[in-house]
Every structure is written in structure tokens, then in C-alpha cells.
């Protein structure tokens, strides 16, 4: 191993000729870094020692760009951050605008809101689990989670015109109406999806090869998972119960009744129950809203153009990767002076050499499995 | 990988534990496997060329951008340029002429599909309703330029 | 010793090949050594026919492993190419072949290129030992079971070989691996043949075949009860390891090493490890028909008329069918479960199957001290 192969962030191998510890360069290209995201690993066997990621692959200066767009068209751009949650990305950015403003939501439009937020939960925990289960090398479990993800989107498409960049949500409630199909659709994906997930409880939970593949692996502390700045199931599953639906409630959320999952182990398979869980808990927030969409304007009136007073405005959403900030500061004009968004996935990334260390070459892709990171809204 | 001592008699019984729940897990998951496999009923594949005639987008869909013409080929556009000014990515360019009368009307409405994300906002920013998302999905092409396109046929009546 | 080959179309050649020389000018007679040359002529033929037994059911598996797999995952699999996709395997070979077979800077160019011709020795040298039916195998060996276990293990050579020489860290991991993998599974593997071996009283195919005669409960996997049903799926368990195969294709491994120690290949040189895999299910479900399933032996009830008409059905054509269904018990395990890693996997062959497995050997001894064995 000629020395030049040495990357920034790596210390210089001890002098030793026993110690045969070599380097592993785990993605761009590689089948489960999910998107181009590069993990140089440093092996001692299949012993990891220390891994770094690398990232900036799919660097696109989002926050660059949005200063030279107006705020409506910066909702577009969080589409393009964490793919799998595009509806929630909207909603908080909508919200940090809407703080701004000032201005108020319909009751109907916080319905919607509050509806389509939790299917999009739904969905991106469906590929989590998919991608877990692929991860462990079930393929089959993989085809599975995306089949019930289809669906939604089906109902996403319906709803918003797109299935994934879905660009939905406007300051003042949404930028259309629900079609009519909307309620029925809903209900029977409902019904369809309880049957489907205890399936796939069944399928993967209590598997004794995905369990010992899991429990134990990739533990992040209480403290670390605080330290690194973990957000979300990471956050959740090591012993915190922080969730920005509870404690710093938005929409309406503080009406409705759901719980926030919390378990205290912190490994991969805790990981895992936590967000099984929380499409239970998707499920019942959705039945609850479901049949008390009030009738109404689904848009707050506003002024054609929109306008930011001076200062700073900052809102907090809970998406399904973890807490979702945006920042926002205004110089009055309609488009931001500085867009910062705080996502959930670069935080939880950033726990990933910690909870690596000492194991094996497999667990690390457990474990990245487990902090279902979506790489472009890492780099943005 | 537990350090932790255990017993011996402690350690046996986890053992045998283990050979009758892991068993047993891994026959559950094989039930739902062999649920879906002799249920043909749960198939979701598409087989799209083949279903393109009974293939239908929703309403909604957000297609490429076309614009509302009638019978005659008229458009409804004004030549007023919100879309151009909603377009995050600048892929609408309202190129506005002047007619026998003097009178601003469009002249070509320039359309980069290449640099398009179809985010409707040029859609929701008209507010003559003359452009719409389409239905299409099919654009493939081997050209640029084939991206680059006008949409409208004739002259806007202003 | 040899054993001779029995098969007619052999002693057809044996006895025709001198008189058809006899045609020749007698002066060159004496030069002719007729009797070898239709040894060779026979050697030539089992050559060609384990060729073709060989190569004939790939197709056949391939497409069913992507239609199983597919209809387990709520697909329909390949659909395209001829009706319900049965020429996507032609189109795939096609394209293998076009392909050129490069190997990468670095890789040591003779071990690269050795390792996939070496896959394909020990598959098709397995196929000689099984009797698909009453006549149609190559040679009964008296030491068929030792020599499956012996080819086995030298088909682990290629894994190491191309793992070795692809200059590729991640085939260099699968590789180590796979060497593990398959000195722990062998134990086991060769501890339930050994069971099945002192059940017949012989180690030779043919003769535990011919041990199963009779009845369905006359199958070593009912005719020692519970006992015979356990060593079955201990021997599904281990061989799946055997095989490389999901769940305990540690050594592939996809989401870990990217395909491992065949990482590097590409067009024949790939299409050749596939088709060992593939030769290797074929054999392995082979193995487990002759051993536990009766072999070619009809799946006879006892009710005279039925039988009459079980028995009817060619050998061969009972053999096929419950080869296919051992081939589709290892395809529901590999599209259902997920992979342990390296050290459970070791942990659970010398921690669970091995114990195990010495305790089926144990009790098939005591099943034989008292005559436990179904008459």
C-alpha cells in the first residue's frame, strides 16, 4: 500500500509490521452507500477502525442558489434536498415563510398539511425498511417496502401532479385543493397498509439472522447521539425523547393524538423498531385527521407577490429523517437574503464513525442502513 | 459478542432458547413469502408499452408545458412574462413582438425542456390560464435540440 | 477398484467397436488396440452426455430462480422475450459473449483467467456419480460420497483464485471468506452424507437409491423417523452454504463487497461462475434426491392400481421433478431470508450444526441398534 493513498482526516499508520490494517474505499459507486456517498474505510481484518465519509458529490449550492431565486421558488429547491420526504421539506420551509410573514393557515390546508406530512413519513420509512432488509441481503424485502411506497405516491401524484418533487405546499396552505378522490383513496391505503406491515413485521422483525445482525451493532450512546447533534429515530432510538411534533408542536399537531416511539438501547435493531413504530403512529395521526377535514379555503389570501420583513425566521419540522430547520433571513425583499437549512441527515451521519468502530465490515452497512441517509440533502 | 459472564446453566438454556425461536422466526417469514408467492392476485407490475392505451395520467400530472390553444390554434398568452419571471431555472423565454396595431402580443414563446423541472410554478403565475401542464411523458430524444422548443402556433391576438 | 461402465449403449460399444474394426485390411490388425479404443469411444460419449446434463437444466433454473423470485416479490419477472420471457436467458448469453473479457491493471493475468475454468471442473465431475436413472449414470462408485465431498472442495479453489488475483480488496475479503465458509460447512455437509451413507450401508448412490425402493415411506427422510426429516433440512442448511448460496453467500455478498470474488469478471469469464453456480444447485438438489427423496423411485402408496400408473412414468422423469422441488425449496430460502454475518455464520456451523449433526449421527446409530428404521 503505497502511502499517497492517505486521505485527510486519517492519522498515519503506526509502524508496525503485525499491523495489517488497510484501507477500503466504500462508494461513490457502491450498491449500499445510498447515492453517491464515499465511506474510505480503515480495516484491520474485517475489524473497522475508523471510517470517513466523504462528502460533496452531489453538491449543488443549494443555499447559493436560493438568494438569487424568491421565496416561492426556493420551495421547489426542497423538493430536491431529501427526496424521500419532498412533502415535509415543503412544509417546513412554508413554515419558516409563514412565520415571517405572518400569515395565518386554514384549518383545512393544516389538515391537509398534517395528512400528506405523515403518508410522506409513511413512505420514507417504507424505504427504510426496504433498504434494510436489502442491506442484509434480502432482496425480497427490498421489492416489499417499495410496493406499499408506490402507492402513496400514487396518491402524491394524484394529489400534488408529481410523485416524488412534489413542490405542494405554498406560505398560507397549499397550492391546490385535495381532489375528491382524496378521502376515499386514503382510506383504503390505510386499510391495505395494516395489512401489508404486519406482513412485513412478520417477514423481518423477529427474524433471527436480521436480530443478531442487528442487536448490539452500531450502539450510539445517550451523550454522543446528543453531541454529534442526532436528530429524529437515530435521536429516538438511543434513549431521547425528542420529537419537534411534541415538544415544539407545529400545525396541529398538538391536537392530535399520537406517541413518540422512544427506546434506549440505541443499536441498529432499536433503530429499526423505532420507525416501524412510527408508521403505526403515522396511521393513527392519519385516521384521526382523515374524516375532520373541515370544509373551507384550502389557501390563505395573500398579496400576489411574497414578501419577507427584515430579520430572521427560523422553523422546525420533524421529517421522517429527523428535525428539518429552516433559516431564513430576510432584507425585505421577495427573495432571501440567506437560506440555511438544517438536515436531519447530516447530523446523524456525522455519528456514523462512532458507532462503526470496533465493528465489522457488514455491520457498517447495517448501521448506515440504520441512519437512512439521503445523500442530497447532506450536500444540498 | 456479549463479554459479560454468564452461567453455565444460564448460557444452555439461552442456547436451546435460540434453537427453538430462531426456527421458528425464520419459518414465519417463510410463510409470508409463500403467501405472496401462490397469490398471483398481489402482482403490481405494469407492463407499460404494452398497457400505453389504457394507461392514464392523473389530471394533475406535471408534464412539459403546453399551451392552451382552441380550435382555430388561438392562445389565450399576452405576452406579459409572470411565467418567465416564476421560472426558477429560466426555461421560459416570452419573446413579445408587436402586431399591425401596435399592440404587444407574443411572438414566440420559447421553451428549454432540457432545463425544466416541472415544477408548475410558470402555471400557477399565469394568470390567463394560458399555459398548462401536459399530460406527456415519453420525451426521450437524442438531440438537443429537440428540447428546445416554441410552443406557441401563432401569433398571440393580444 | 474401477467399477465398469453397465450401461448398455457402453456394452453396445464395447462389443461392436472390434467387429467394425474387422472390416479394416488385415494387415494392420495386429496394430489396432480395438478393446481401448472403445474404451475411448466410450469416454467420449459420457463425456458429452455430462456436458449436456450439465449445461441442459441452467437454462431451466435460471428462468425459474427469476420467475420465483419475481412472484415472491409481487413481479412478474422477465416478460419480454418470447412468451413469458423464456429467451431473455439467450439474449443474456448474447450479450456475455459479446462482451470482452478484461482483467483489471494490476490482476495476476493466469490465476485470473484459470480460476473460470477451474469453477466448472467440480460441478460436471459430480454429475458422474448420480444415477438419474436405473441406467443412466456414468459410474456407480462404490466412493461416490466421498468423492462429491472431494470435488467440493476443490471447487472452493476457484473462489480463492479469483479472489486472489483480481487486485481487488473487496475479492480479496470475499475470497478469505468463502475459504472459511466452506472448510466449517463441509464438516457438516459430510457428517449428514456420513448419516444417510451408514443408514443404506453403502456409499455408493446407486446402492442407497436402491435402498429406498418400495413405498414413499421407504425414503430415507421417513423411513427413520424424525430422524430422516431432521437430517434433510440440516442437509438443506449446510449445502445452501456449500453452495455459496443467499442467505450465506457471505462470500458474494453484494451489499457488502459488491459481488466479491466475482467482483472483477465480466462477459464468459463471469458467465462461467454463474453457470458453475447454477450446475452446482442442479447437483446439490441431485444429492439430496438421491439421498432423502427415493431417487428415480415412483412415489408408490401401496394401492396397486395407482402404483401401476407411478410406476409407469419413466425413473428419470420422478428424479427431475423432485430435483425441481429441492432446487424451489432453496429458492424460497434465498429470496426470504437475509445473510448473517461472517462470524455468526462460522458460530452457527460450529456452535448449532455441527453438535447437531453429531447428535443425528449418534441417534441414527441408535435407530439402527434397535431397528428403528421403517420396514
Given at each position: 500500500?503505497?502511502?499517497?493513498?492517505?486521505?485527510?482526516?486519517?492519522?498515519?499508520?503506526?509502524?508496525?509490521?503485525?499491523?495489517?490494517?488497510?484501507?477500503?474505499?466504500?462508494?461513490?459507486?457502491?450498491?449500499?452507500?445510498?447515492?453517491?456517498?464515499?465511506?474510505?474505510?480503515?480495516?484491520?481484518?474485517?475489524?473497522?477502525?475508523?471510517?470517513?465519509?466523504?462528502?460533496?458529490?452531489?453538491?449543488?449550492?443549494?443555499?447559493?442558489?436560493?438568494?438569487?431565486?424568491?421565496?416561492?421558488?426556493?420551495?421547489?429547491?426542497?423538493?430536491?434536498?431529501?427526496?424521500?420526504?419532498?412533502?415535509?421539506?415543503?412544509?417546513?420551509?412554508?413554515?419558516?415563510?409563514?412565520?415571517?410573514?405572518?400569515?395565518?393557515?386554514?384549518?383545512?390546508?393544516?389538515?391537509?398539511?398534517?395528512?400528506?406530512?405523515?403518508?410522506?413519513?409513511?413512505?420514507?420509512?417504507?424505504?427504510?425498511?426496504?433498504?434494510?432488509?436489502?442491506?442484509?441481503?434480502?432482496?425480497?424485502?427490498?421489492?416489499?417496502?417499495?410496493?406499499?411506497?408506490?402507492?402513496?405516491?400514487?396518491?402524491?401524484?394524484?394529489?400534488?401532479?408529481?410523485?416524488?418533487?412534489?413542490?405542494?405546499?405554498?406560505?398560507?396552505?397549499?397550492?391546490?385543493?385535495?381532489?375528491?378522490?382524496?378521502?376515499?383513496?386514503?382510506?383504503?391505503?390505510?386499510?391495505?397498509?395494516?395489512?401489508?406491515?404486519?406482513?412485513?413485521?412478520?417477514?423481518?422483525?423477529?427474524?433471527?439472522?436480521?436480530?443478531?445482525?442487528?442487536?448490539?451493532?452500531?450502539?450510539?450512546?445517550?451523550?454522543?447521539?446528543?453531541?454529534?447533534?442526532?436528530?429524529?429515530?437515530?435521536?429516538?432510538?438511543?434513549?431521547?425523547?425528542?420529537?419537534?411534533?411534541?415538544?415544539?408542536?407545529?400545525?396541529?399537531?398538538?391536537?392530535?393524538?399520537?406517541?413518540?416511539?422512544?427506546?434506549?438501547?440505541?443499536?441498529?435493531?432499536?433503530?429499526?423498531?423505532?420507525?416501524?413504530?412510527?408508521?403505526?403512529?403515522?396511521?393513527?395521526?392519519?385516521?384521526?385527521?382523515?374524516?375532520?377535514?373541515?370544509?373551507?379555503?384550502?389557501?390563505?389570501?395573500?398579496?400576489?407577490?411574497?414578501?419577507?420583513?427584515?430579520?430572521?425566521?427560523?422553523?422546525?419540522?420533524?421529517?421522517?429523517?429527523?428535525?428539518?430547520?429552516?433559516?431564513?433571513?430576510?432584507?425585505?425583499?421577495?427573495?432571501?437574503?440567506?437560506?440555511?437549512?438544517?438536515?436531519?441527515?447530516?447530523?446523524?451521519?456525522?455519528?456514523?464513525?462512532?458507532?462503526?468502530?470496533?465493528?465489522?465490515?457488514?455491520?457498517?452497512?447495517?448501521?448506515?442502513?440504520?441512519?437512512?441517509?439521503?445523500?442530497?440533502?447532506?450536500?444540498? | 459478542?456479549?463479554?459479560?459472564?454468564?452461567?453455565?446453566?444460564?448460557?444452555?438454556?439461552?442456547?436451546?432458547?435460540?434453537?427453538?425461536?430462531?426456527?421458528?422466526?425464520?419459518?414465519?417469514?417463510?410463510?409470508?413469502?409463500?403467501?405472496?408467492?401462490?397469490?398471483?392476485?398481489?402482482?403490481?407490475?405494469?407492463?407499460?408499452?404494452?398497457?400505453?392505451?389504457?394507461?392514464?395520467?392523473?389530471?394533475?400530472?406535471?408534464?412539459?408545458?403546453?399551451?392552451?390553444?382552441?380550435?382555430?390554434?388561438?392562445?389565450?398568452?399576452?405576452?406579459?412574462?409572470?411565467?418567465?419571471?416564476?421560472?426558477?431555472?429560466?426555461?421560459?423565454?416570452?419573446?413579445?413582438?408587436?402586431?399591425?396595431?401596435?399592440?404587444?402580443?407574443?411572438?414566440?414563446?420559447?421553451?428549454?425542456?432540457?432545463?425544466?423541472?416541472?415544477?408548475?410554478?410558470?402555471?400557477?403565475?399565469?394568470?390567463?390560464?394560458?399555459?398548462?401542464?401536459?399530460?406527456?411523458?415519453?420525451?426521450?430524444?437524442?438531440?438537443?435540440?429537440?428540447?428546445?422548443?416554441?410552443?406557441?402556433?401563432?401569433?398571440?391576438?393580444? | 477398484?474401477?467399477?465398469?461402465?453397465?450401461?448398455?449403449?457402453?456394452?453396445?460399444?464395447?462389443?461392436?467397436?472390434?467387429?467394425?474394426?474387422?472390416?479394416?485390411?488385415?494387415?494392420?490388425?495386429?496394430?489396432?488396440?480395438?478393446?481401448?479404443?472403445?474404451?475411448?469411444?466410450?469416454?467420449?460419449?459420457?463425456?458429452?452426455?455430462?456436458?449436456?446434463?450439465?449445461?441442459?437444466?441452467?437454462?431451466?433454473?435460471?428462468?425459474?430462480?427469476?420467475?420465483?423470485?419475481?412472484?415472491?416479490?409481487?413481479?412478474?419477472?422477465?416478460?419480454?422475450?418470447?412468451?413469458?420471457?423464456?429467451?431473455?436467458?439467450?439474449?443474456?448469453?448474447?450479450?456475455?459473449?459479446?462482451?470482452?473479457?478484461?482483467?483489471?491493471?494490476?490482476?495476476?493475468?493466469?490465476?485470473?483467467?484459470?480460476?473460470?475454468?477451474?469453477?466448472?471442473?467440480?460441478?460436471?465431475?459430480?454429475?458422474?456419480?448420480i444415477p438419474f436413472?436405473?441406467?443412466?449414470?456414468?459410474?456407480?462408485?462404490?466412493?461416490a460420497i466421498?468423492?462429491i465431498?472431494?470435488?467440493?472442495?476443490?471447487?472452493?479453489?476457484?473462489?480463492?483464485?479469483?479472489?486472489?488475483?483480481?487486485?481487488?480488496?473487496?475479492?480479496?475479503?470475499?475470497?478469505?471468506?468463502?475459504?472459511?465458509?466452506?472448510?466449517?460447512?463441509?464438516?457438516s455437509f459430510a457428517m449428514i452424507l456420513l448419516l444417510v451413507v451408514m443408514l443404506a450401508g453403502s456409499a455408493s448412490l446407486g446402492e442407497i437409491t436402491a435402498s429406498q425402493s418400495g413405498h414413499f415411506w421407504d425414503w430415507w427422510i421417513f423411513k427413520a423417523p424424525v430422524l430422516g426429516l431432521l437430517a434433510f433440512i440440516m442437509f438443506l442448511v449446510s449445502s445452501t452454504?456449500e453452495?455459496?448460496?443467499?442467505?450465506?453467500?457471505?462470500?458474494?455478498?453484494?451489499?457488502?463487497?459488491?459481488?466479491?470474488?466475482?467482483?472483477?469478471?465480466?462477459?464468459?469469464?463471469?458467465?462461467?461462475?454463474?453457470?458453475?453456480?447454477?450446475?452446482?444447485?442442479f447437483t446439490t438438489s441431485c444429492i439430496a434426491t438421491v439421498c432423502f427423496l427415493g431417487g428415480y423411485h415412483a412415489p408408490?402408496?401401496?394401492?396397486?392400481?395407482?402404483?401401476?400408473?407411478?410406476?409407469?412414468?419413466?425413473?428419470?422423469?420422478w428424479f427431475l421433478g423432485k430435483t425441481f422441488f429441492v432446487v424451489w425449496i432453496y429458492?424460497?430460502f434465498?429470496?426470504?431470508?437475509?445473510?448473517?454475518?461472517?462470524?455468526?455464520?462460522?458460530?452457527?456451523?460450529?456452535?448449532?450444526?455441527?453438535?447437531?449433526n453429531?447428535?443425528l449421527l449418534?441417534f441414527g446409530?441408535?435407530f439402527?441398534?434397535?431397528?428403528?428404521i421403517l420396514?
Amino acid at each position: 500500500m503505497s502511502k499517497n493513498i492517505l486521505l485527510p482526516g486519517f492519522r498515519e499508520p503506526p509502524v508496525d509490521e503485525d499491523f495489517e490494517e488497510f484501507y477500503i474505499n466504500m462508494g461513490p459507486q457502491h450498491p449500499s452507500t445510498h447515492g453517491a456517498l464515499r465511506l474510505v474505510v480503515r480495516l484491520d481484518g474485517e475489524k473497522i477502525i475508523e471510517v470517513v465519509p466523504h462528502l460533496g458529490y452531489i453538491h449543488r449550492g443549494m443555499e447559493k442558489q436560493a438568494e438569487k431565486l424568491n421565496y416561492i421558488q426556493y420551495i421547489m429547491m426542497s423538493d430536491r434536498q431529501d427526496y424521500l420526504t419532498a412533502i415535509q421539506n415543503n412544509l417546513g420551509v412554508c413554515l419558516a415563510l409563514e412565520k415571517g410573514a405572518g400569515i395565518g393557515v386554514p384549518e383545512r390546508a393544516e389538515y391537509i398539511r398534517v395528512i400528506l406530512a405523515e403518508l410522506s413519513r409513511i413512505a420514507s420509512h417504507l424505504v427504510f425498511y426496504a433498504c434494510f432488509g436489502g442491506d442484509l441481503g434480502g432482496q425480497t424485502v427490498l421489492l416489499y417496502g417499495f410496493k406499499e411506497r408506490e402507492m402513496i405516491h400514487d396518491i402524491f401524484e394524484e394529489v400534488t401532479g408529481s410523485r416524488l418533487t412534489t413542490n405542494f405546499f405554498r406560505p398560507g396552505g397549499s397550492n391546490k385543493d385535495i381532489p375528491d378522490t382524496f378521502v376515499p383513496r386514503v382510506k383504503a391505503l390505510l386499510k391495505h397498509l395494516e395489512g401489508a406491515l404486519s406482513d412485513y413485521d412478520r417477514l423481518l422483525t423477529k427474524n433471527i439472522a436480521a436480530m443478531d445482525r442487528s442487536v448490539g451493532v452500531g450502539v450510539l450512546s445517550k451523550e454522543d447521539a446528543i453531541a454529534y447533534g442526532c436528530s429524529g429515530p437515530v435521536l429516538r432510538a438511543s434513549g431521547v425523547s425528542y420529537d419537534v411534533r411534541k415538544n415544539d408542536p407545529y400545525s396541529i399537531y398538538s391536537s392530535l393524538d399520537f406517541n413518540v416511539p422512544v427506546f434506549y438501547n440505541g443499536d441498529c435493531y432499536d433503530r429499526y423498531l423505532i420507525r416501524f413504530q412510527e408508521m403505526y403512529e403515522s396511521i393513527k395521526i392519519i385516521k384521526q385527521c382523515i374524516d375532520k377535514i373541515p370544509n373551507g379555503p384550502y389557501r390563505s389570501k395573500e398579496k400576489p407577490i411574497f414578501k419577507l420583513p427584515n430579520g430572521s425566521f427560523y422553523a422546525a419540522t420533524e421529517t421522517a429523517k429527523g428535525l428539518y430547520g429552516t433559516y431564513v433571513v430576510s432584507t425585505g425583499g421577495n427573495s432571501p437574503y440567506r437560506i440555511h437549512t438544517r438536515s436531519p441527515s447530516f447530523g446523524n451521519l456525522a455519528a456514523l464513525n462512532t458507532m462503526a468502530k470496533g465493528q465489522r465490515l457488514s455491520d457498517l452497512v447495517t448501521i448506515l442502513a440504520t441512519i437512512d441517509p439521503v445523500i442530497p440533502e447532506i450536500d444540498r | 459478542m456479549s463479554t459479560e459472564k454468564i452461567k453455565t446453566k444460564e448460557y444452555i438454556k439461552r442456547y436451546l432458547k435460540r434453537c427453538v425461536s430462531g426456527p421458528y422466526s425464520l419459518l414465519c417469514g417463510l410463510s409470508v413469502t409463500l403467501r405472496y408467492f401462490f397469490n398471483p392476485k398481489r402482482i403490481v407490475t405494469e407492463q407499460y408499452p404494452e398497457n400505453k392505451k389504457t394507461l392514464k395520467m392523473h389530471n394533475r400530472f406535471r408534464g412539459h408545458v403546453v399551451m392552451v390553444e382552441d380550435e382555430n390554434g388561438e392562445n389565450l398568452c399576452t405576452a406579459c412574462g409572470m411565467c418567465e419571471r416564476a421560472c426558477p431555472n429560466a426555461s421560459i423565454n416570452v419573446l413579445a413582438t408587436k402586431n399591425i396595431a401596435g399592440k404587444k402580443v407574443l411572438g414566440k414563446y420559447l421553451y428549454h425542456f432540457g432545463s425544466c423541472t416541472q415544477c408548475g410554478l410558470c402555471v400557477e403565475a399565469c394568470p390567463f390560464g394560458a399555459i398548462e401542464m401536459g399530460q406527456g411523458f415519453e420525451f426521450a430524444d437524442f438531440s438537443p435540440e429537440a428540447f428546445e422548443k416554441v410552443l406557441n402556433k401563432k401569433e398571440g391576438r393580444g | 477398484m474401477l467399477p465398469s461402465v453397465t450401461h448398455p449403449i457402453g456394452d453396445f460399444v464395447r462389443e461392436n467397436v472390434p467387429n467394425v474394426l474387422g472390416y479394416l485390411p488385415d494387415f494392420i490388425q495386429p496394430y489396432i488396440p480395438s478393446a481401448e479404443i472403445a474404451t475411448l469411444i466410450n469416454i467420449i460419449i459420457c463425456m458429452v452426455a455430462i456436458a449436456v446434463v450439465g449445461i441442459a437444466p441452467v437454462p431451466v433454473l435460471i428462468y425459474m430462480e427469476r420467475k420465483v423470485c419475481a412472484h415472491i416479490q409481487c413481479r412478474l419477472g422477465p416478460m419480454r422475450l418470447g412468451p413469458h420471457g423464456v429467451l431473455q436467458l439467450v439474449a443474456d448469453i448474447a450479450k456475455l459473449l459479446f462482451k470482452e473479457v478484461y482483467a483489471p491493471k494490476g490482476a495476476d493475468k493466469f490465476l485470473f483467467y484459470l480460476a473460470p475454468i477451474f469453477v466448472l471442473t467440480a460441478p460436471f465431475l459430480n454429475l458422474c456419480v448420480i444415477p438419474f436413472d436405473k441406467n443412466l449414470q456414468v459410474a456407480d462408485l462404490s466412493v461416490a460420497i466421498p468423492f462429491i465431498l472431494a470435488m467440493n472442495g476443490f471447487g472452493i479453489l476457484s473462489t480463492l483464485l479469483g479472489g486472489w488475483a483480481s487486485n481487488n480488496k473487496y475479492s480479496l475479503i470475499s475470497s478469505l471468506r468463502s475459504g472459511a465458509q466452506i472448510i466449517s460447512y463441509e464438516i457438516s455437509f459430510a457428517m449428514i452424507l456420513l448419516l444417510v451413507v451408514m443408514l443404506a450401508g453403502s456409499a455408493s448412490l446407486g446402492e442407497i437409491t436402491a435402498s429406498q425402493s418400495g413405498h414413499f415411506w421407504d425414503w430415507w427422510i421417513f423411513k427413520a423417523p424424525v430422524l430422516g426429516l431432521l437430517a434433510f433440512i440440516m442437509f438443506l442448511v449446510s449445502s445452501t452454504a456449500e453452495l455459496n448460496r443467499a442467505p450465506f453467500d457471505i462470500a458474494e455478498a453484494e451489499q457488502e463487497l459488491t459481488g466479491g470474488f466475482h467482483t472483477e469478471y465480466n462477459g464468459m469469464a463471469f458467465a462461467m461462475f454463474y453457470l458453475a453456480e447454477y450446475i452446482n444447485l442442479f447437483t446439490t438438489s441431485c444429492i439430496a434426491t438421491v439421498c432423502f427423496l427415493g431417487g428415480y423411485h415412483a412415489p408408490t402408496i401401496g394401492i396397486l392400481a395407482i402404483d401401476n400408473i407411478l410406476n409407469f412414468v419413466p425413473g428419470i422423469v420422478w428424479f427431475l421433478g423432485k430435483t425441481f422441488f429441492v432446487v424451489w425449496i432453496y429458492m424460497m430460502f434465498r429470496w426470504t431470508f437475509v445473510r448473517p454475518r461472517v462470524d455468526q455464520l462460522m458460530a452457527l456451523e460450529w456452535k448449532f450444526l455441527l453438535p447437531v449433526n453429531l447428535l443425528l449421527l449418534i441417534f441414527g446409530v441408535v435407530f439402527l441398534a434397535f431397528g428403528w428404521i421403517l420396514p
